[in-house]
């Protein structure tokens, strides 16, 4: 009943006929556990998901599965792809999937990144700190040296303190300069962080709502599993069924042997 519900959702909701060669044999799911019908089953199972009006939703919680899982999964969906018609399931049915689980991957890196950006991002800030501090300490010398050329040639050495302005004033134009490069860069890095940031938040808020599809997936194997200790159980029993009516035949010959010799010693006794 659960095959013939995904067949008729496939064709005549999704409009994805499914051939014969695709359809997987329940009583071999039931009876062996036969892999090959089971994977049938999961592609069946995953084709509808990825293709009805919540795909979104089933991608995003495959999206939070353990990456072998996810590539166990991935996997399936290429294989049906490429089994299938052009016309039945393109790959842009899965194309969102694809895009969607290798982003996945690579953010989990970028994640990575951006701690390493933010850390620059604090280095770039304690910089700027000192360079600031040495800029005032500069400018404070200056504003003496400037107060000292401005006083009358008996006051001091005017060529001594010229020299040491035009160097003073040749190192705060070098530190203006680094202290601008270092703003700029560090306003890219933190533009950079935010960017990271909103992704890392955006693939929680994604693996959170995935949670509940490891949930059912986990529920359906162990729905499958106890089929197949029915299925099992099924065959145990249908063994002692006909083993109980082997003997049955076998008493009713005993029995219609007994009655002949009951006849027999009747007519002895005679």
Sequence with gaps: MVLRSLVEYSQDVLAHPVSEEHLPDVSLIGEFSDPAELGKLLQ???????????????????????????????????????????????????????????????????????????????????????????????????????????????????????????????????LQEENFRLESGREDERLRCAELEREVAELQHRNQALTSLAQEAQALKDEMDELRQSSERAGQLEATLTSCRRRLGELRELRRQVRQLEERNAGHAE
């Design 44 to 174: 069946l199972v995953l084709g509808c998901a990825i293709s009805c009006e919540k795909k979104q939703d089933h991608i995003q919680r495959i999206m939070t599965l353990e990456e072998s899982v996810q590539h166990v999964v991935m996997e399936a969906i290429q294989e049906l792809m490429t089994k299938d018609t052009p016309d039945s399931l393109s790959p842009e049915t899965y194309g969102n999937f694809d895009s969607q689980s290798r982003r996945y991957y690579f953010l989990s890196e970028e994640a990575e990144e951006g701690d390493e950006l933010q850390q620059r991002c604090l280095d770039l800030e304690r910089q700027l700190m000192l360079l600031s501090e040495e800029k005032q300490s500069l400018a404070q010398e200056n504003a003496v040296l400037r107060e000292r050329v401005g006083r009358p040639e008996g006051e001091g050495t005017p060529g001594l303190t010229a020299k040491k302005l035009l160097l003073l004033q040749s190192q705060l134009e070098q």
